[in-house]
């Protein structure tokens, strides 16, 4: 199983569907804050390139997150590329609750915010 994980500046609704037509995120960070907070959430993540942070251990298989630049230095949104693993959806949630976010699961069409699982790594 493998789905994908929009991380962004969302406003605080109950369903995707609720977000309105007129929202517009914000970026989410400082490229260097934003690796500093996956790596105190997953201390196992590792830098690819300035763009990309993966996280392989048993358990979660494999997550690539891919940083989507506004520019050189701030980060506009997030994905994460989850690819199985048993422990991926918790390790997701506890990038989301240091980060402060919330996220749009693919799988489900609706939003992740990190709060729903008691799980930890």
Not at 65 to 84: C, F, G, K
Request: net charge negative.
């Amino acid at each position: 199983m493998s789905w994908d994980i929009f991380i962004q500046d969302l406003p605080d609704v109950p369903s995707i569907n609720d977000v309105p037509a007129s929202h517009r995120p914000k970026p989410i960070g400082e490229r260097d804050t934003i690796v500093a907070q996956i790596k105190e959430a997953v201390p196992f993540a590792e830098e690819q390139d300035s763009d990309w942070v993966f996280i392989r251990q048993p358990g979660i298989m494999d997550i690539s997150i891919q940083l989507h630049m506004e520019n050189a230095t701030t980060v506009r949104y997030m994905v994460a590329h989850v690819h199985a693993g048993d422990q991926s959806a918790a390790c997701v949630a506890a990038i989301l609750r240091v980060m402060k976010l919330r996220a749009h699961d693919t799988s489900t069409g609706e939003l992740f915010d990190g709060y729903s699982l008691d799980e930890s790594l």
